[in-house]
């Protein structure tokens, strides 16, 4: 096969990667890919905006692309899989309907409130006095979102009054959305769980291993919220055997709920949910679990950890997504609690002093001191290759991602290679300068 990847991420960097070990696939593109996807052997970058999508229909149609995947939300919501589809390409994502469960948060909690899904209290506003109103009256913290996509940063976590009026302001004033969701402040341990919604059609999704994202960009859950500082699976390694399985089956249910739901509520389409399944959860002290969100995509950097975790796991991506023949594996989580498996996979980012807001660019980076295998693996993000070297243009550089059949090798692992990473501010690479780069050093706790 030859596979067409759509995106510029770690998390693309990761599919790609895992995609071309196969012995299914010949040759992957990605569009426009980073410094990491240029090294790859038998992974190729193409040079098209993905914004431009007859462009990436006639590059799909001259190459003979057998399957395209969409890595980022924004083609999904703007409709790509649907101008794939017309043009009879093979595309993996769910088409512009579909994606309004990420696309809109208006949408999504009300879709959640109609299905009887688990999730936060909330209001919905498109007047910035109405919501300062009703703020008047609440307990802080609270959670304030942009209806629409804003790229991982349309989320505030408030802390007083004027920090809600201040997020209300700017939310409302952004391009993102017309609309906000005032919700209540969730507090447990979070956890994205993860299903490929193959080919096959309903009843046939397969659970990736839940992992754990960190979106704060500082120690102790602090600081602005991001994309995503660092990730581990398995988070609930800690958990009884019978907690872990009855905490599997209320999470089916909500998985099922969801993808009955929104195919009924696109009955008049000819096709069922396609693509990645993101359900990001929050679990209480009890164990209760709510909805924190929904994606219509892989998450990142979590797909940088899945992606090691099913090399580790000898599992065929192409496999999963195909799912001709039937896969047996059906949910990784329970082949896990069944065979009191410890492994466990830690990611690290690395982030540009600045991010999420204005951060430092156009510096270099050298990891060649971190010798990768098959249980360490570096994805890049925010990087192009110039004259062979790799440069930051990006505020989430790359991701160091260890796996082990302990969480403490992982850990110490992922934290010791990070550390091994040259940073210059030269293209010579004679003025080192660590201080332009930072990461979390808390990630697994």
């Not at 892989?298 to 496999?319: H, S, V, W």
């Not at 830690?346 to 990768?372: N, Q, R, W």
């Amino acid at each position: 096969m030859k596979v067409f990847v759509i995106g510029q991420g770690g998390r693309e960097h990761a599919i790609a990667w895992k995609l071309i070990q196969s012995e299914k696939v010949e040759k992957v593109f990605v569009c426009p890919g980073n410094g990491g996807t240029a090294k790859e052997k038998n992974i190729e970058n193409i040079d098209i905006s993905i914004t431009d999508i007859p462009a990436l229909i006639n590059f799909a149609n001259r190459e003979n692309i057998d399957l395209t995947i969409v890595g980022p939300e924004a083609p999904l919501v703007e409709g790509i899989v649907d101008e794939f589809s017309k043009h009879n390409l093979k595309i993996f994502g769910p088409s512009e309907k579909y994606a309004l469960l990420e696309g809109s948060k208006v949408f999504s909690k009300e879709f959640m409130k109609h299905y009887d899904i688990p999730t936060a209290d909330y209001q919905m506003f498109s007047s910035a006095s109405e919501a300062k109103i009703f703020i008047e009256e609440k307990q802080h913290p609270i959670v304030i979102k942009a209806d629409g996509l804003a790229a991982g940063k349309g989320v505030v976590v408030s802390e007083n009054k004027s920090q809600s009026f201040e997020a209300i302001d700017e939310l409302l004033a952004s391009n993102h959305s017309d609309h906000i969701v005032i919700e209540e402040f969730l507090s447990g341990q979070e956890l994205s769980a993860i299903y490929i919604c193959n080919f096959k059609g309903c009843s046939y999704e397969i659970a990736l291993p839940w992992t754990k994202d960190y979106k704060s960009r500082d120690e102790y859950n602090s600081g602005p919220n991001t994309g995503g500082m660092g990730a581990i699976s398995h988070p609930l390694g800690y958990e009884h055997k019978n907690s872990i399985f009855k905490l599997h089956i209320d999470i089916e249910k909500i998985m099922i709920k969801t993808i009955t739901g929104i195919n009924n509520y696109n009955k008049n389409s000819s096709n069922g949910y396609l693509g990645f399944l993101y359900i990001g959860l929050m679990i209480d002290s009890q164990n209760n679990i709510k909805v924190l969100e929904y994606n219509c995509r892989l998450g990142d950097p979590e797909t940088q950890n899945l992606m090691l975790t099913l090399k580790n796991k000898n599992i065929d991506l192409i496999d999963l997504i195909i799912n001709e023949p039937i896969s047996t594996i059906k949910d990784i989580n329970l082949d896990k609690i069944d065979k009191l498996d410890d492994s466990f996979c830690c990611t690290i980012v690395l982030a540009a002093v600045g991010y999420p807001a204005d951060y430092k660019k156009g510096f270099y980076i050298d990891h060649s001191d971190v010798i990768e295998s098959d249980k360490l693996k570096i994805f890049h993000a925010g990087t192009i290759l110039k004259n062979n070297k790799f440069q930051s243009i990006g505020g989430r550089i790359l991701t160091v991602n260890a796996y082990s059949d302990t969480k403490a090798n992982a850990l110490a692992t992922a934290y010791e290679n990070i550390k091994k990473i040259k940073i210059y501010e030269d293209e010579e690479m004679k003025i080192q300068n660590q201080d332009l780069v930072f990461y979390r050093e808390d990630i697994g706790n």
